[in-house]
């Protein structure tokens, strides 16, 4: 009797192992589902998907991040749903709905503390990464109709903080969560009218917001963040002419190669290059349509851009010496969202509208492979555990 | 009987199950014991040390890379000997003898080749990351002795190559290893008197040797292969003085920050700061001792030195944007090696003497935990398996 009863209690103890098999996670990465509201995990050395883990809700502008060892992924949905995802075992571990109606978040640089940044009510709040529960609340100013501002653009920096803008009542803070329950607040103000987005630099030294309320950027150097915030860029925006603008580009698009940047112009058919020194602009590159992303090989040796509608059937490749296209892709209707593997070699793209990922190699330009995934958007690969602002 | 029998099957795959748990690799790395000729197996996020793993030969100058699932670490001895290591399960998985005397290797772009340079018989060869068997052999140029030269500076570069140099024939060879049965050698004879080591920018785009033979290095710019080598800082060497040389500095040391470069210099007590744009000299900071690693922290902020016998008890931090030394710790004898948490938080350091590694926090510069090792070396964090060069 004994020995049965032992033979029954491992039984179940196989069970948990068999769906929880030790392998790295280095190699993992996750893809958004967007309409399904659930992820697929999958394995980037295999290409092919590992679990599908459903119950996140709304998907729609989803992002993630990742724990500091790569094995959860924290998903953050439109309708203020937090998603702590274990790529492992393939299930949901927690879900909390911590605001009405959010956009985006970010892990700390310990790795201990998750920040979302929240529309509705505005502020940031942050949580443990360990239990999702809450740690610290940091409401938003309040606009004169007494409601918090919109919270936008967060990112993590290094010594231990979150950066993020402020849309309604243009501001930019920055809070060193040092004392995780006691932030310490940094509040600039008149900084920029509606900034809409932000990025921070991968050394995480520059923090940018973009503006939807006049042209130009802000600048906050956090190395010498007693200056406070700079404009630059000022004909960086919609202008005078106030082109129709089917979609505003993404700001964490912004590539780094070198000594320049590259970003996506608001509205014209252009990547404007960047002297990253000065911030000065160094050129533009003509392009297919409004760009969304404009992203960094690892290597950047080339820039691939993805379009706004009705352009975003196309993927151009630019080479950053010469600044010039060299190649044009039609890889299919709904080219939302690239990610490249952590060395470069190869670059997945969601293709919505024919619901696969699809693979390419960056020296060949070729397709080399493909998923199928339902109504794929954001994709992103555990190696971002590892890099400031990601 | 038929239940005692799947009882004790069961039995055994706990065993194997219980040793190695699912777990996210992301937070993992090895310390290399030098002495014992083993290593330890660490988790980051708990400071703490999961296994031992034993019977990796001569470790002296031991390095090692990572698959790209973060799982295995590949150590290169001393003694030819390479090890790949199962850091989930905290096991041997495999050891094979490839060469009589070797220093160092890398993993391809794609994660699939494991290459080893050797002294004896010097060339490179390369090895399946799956099982380690022999894919390809690289033979060096013969000197006029009949000896294949010593083969050194052995690093991976996008494009599915490996750059290494020829000690005694003073040459840098580039192979392609898109097809890994038959490698694509470009050959450079004449590239600089006998160099020693090499090292590969963060991008992957400039290989640069360090030269014993002669003073100045050789700069291959990898987007241009065609122009061949060149050589840079005319006046980094021994110089005519011939100062006695402790140690000559590890190139992969090398620290890149914003549009500078930081590199030990040979002999003297100083740190050459270069134009990452011009590769010229812009500056030197004075340090306590013939440095051995300038090493920058992740967002560039601060570069940490080692130095070399007698002040090896001695580290120092410079500030990249002053440079200016602005702390001197004096973690205890035989600081050898420094690896630095990926979003830069923390930094681990090997004090040999004392059969310690002690981590520091990376903004208060204070001391905030410690591991027993025996005979602390290198450490290598499984974040380097996300990077090229690394």
Same mark, same amino acid.
């Given at each position: 009797? &004994? ?12 069970? !948990? ?5 030790? =392998? $790295? ?11 399904? $509201? ?9 290409r092919?998907?590992?679990? &599908?883990?459903?119950?996140?809700? @709304? ?13 959860y ?9 937090l998603?702590?995802?274990?790529l ?6 927690? &879900? ?9 978040? %970010?892990?700390?640089? @310990? #790795? ?32 004169? /109709? ?6 936008? $653009? ?5 010594? !231990? &903080? ?6 309604? +009542?243009?501001?930019v ?15 600039f103000?008149? %900084?920029?009218? *509606? ?16 503006l ?11 190395? *010498? ?5 700079? =404009? ?28 320049? %940047? ?5 509205? *014209? ?14 050129? +533009?590159?003509?392009?297919? #349509? ?6 960094a090989?690892? @290597? ?15 993927? !151009?490749?630019i ?15 709904g080219?939302?969202?690239? /990610?490249?593997?952590? =060395? ?19 020296? +060949?330009?070729? !397709? ?14 555990t190696? =971002?555990?590892h890099?400031?602002?990601?």
């Open positions: 009797m &004994r020995l049965i009863f032992i033979g029954l209690l491992l039984i179940s103890s196989i069970g !948990q192992a068999a769906d929880c098999l030790p =392998r $790295g996670t280095g190699d993992l990465g996750i893809i958004i589902e967007r309409a399904a $509201g659930s992820v697929q995990v999958v394995d980037t050395t295999h092919k998907a590992l679990f &599908r883990v459903e119950g996140l809700g @709304d998907l729609s502008h989803a992002s993630a991040v990742y724990s500091r060892d790569a094995r992924a924290y998903v953050f949905g439109r309708d203020g749903g998603s702590k995802v274990d492992l075992c393939g299930m949901l571990v927690k &879900r909390v709905v911590q605001g009405g109606n959010s956009i985006g978040g %970010a892990i700390s640089q @310990d #790795g201990r503390l998750i920040a979302v940044s929240n529309y509705e009510p505005g502020g940031v709040k942050v949580f443990s990464a360990e239990t999702l529960e809450l740690v610290a609340n940091i409401p938003a100013t309040k606009t004169p /109709e007494g409601k918090g501002s919109k919270t936008v $653009g967060l990112v993590d920096a290094p010594g !231990q &903080r979150f950066v993020f803008s402020l849309y309604d +009542t243009d501001e803070w920055v809070a060193d969560m040092s004392d995780p329950k006691s932030p310490k607040l940094t509040q103000k008149e %900084a920029g009218r *509606h900034p809409y987005d932000g990025l921070i630099t991968p050394d995480g030294r520059y923090y940018i917001a973009g939807f309320g006049e042209d130009g950027l802000t600048l906050l150097d956090l190395w *010498h963040i007693d200056k406070g915030p700079t =404009r630059i860029l000022s004909h960086y925006g919609k202008g005078e002419q106030q082109l129709p603008v089917y979609k505003m580009p993404h700001l964490e698009g912004w590539a780094v190669a070198g000594d320049l %940047a590259f970003l996506p112009a608001i509205g *014209h058919y252009e990547v404007l290059v960047v002297n990253r020194s000065n911030w000065q602009p160094a050129g +533009t590159v003509p392009v297919y #349509g409004q760009p969304v992303f404009a992203m090989q690892p @290597d950047g040796r080339q820039i691939w851009v993805n379009f706004a509608f009705p352009n975003n059937d196309t993927i !151009q490749v080479d950053t010496e010469t600044l010039k296209v060299i190649k044009t892709l039609k890889p299919g209707k080219a939302l969202h690239m /990610e490249f593997a952590p =060395r470069g070699e190869e670059v997945w793209i969601s293709i919505r509208d024919e619901d696969r990922v699809k693979i390419f190699d960056t020296t +060949t330009l070729e !397709q080399i492979g493909s998923l199928p995934v339902d109504k794929p958007s954001g994709i992103f690969f190696s =971002r555990a890099k400031i602002g990601l």
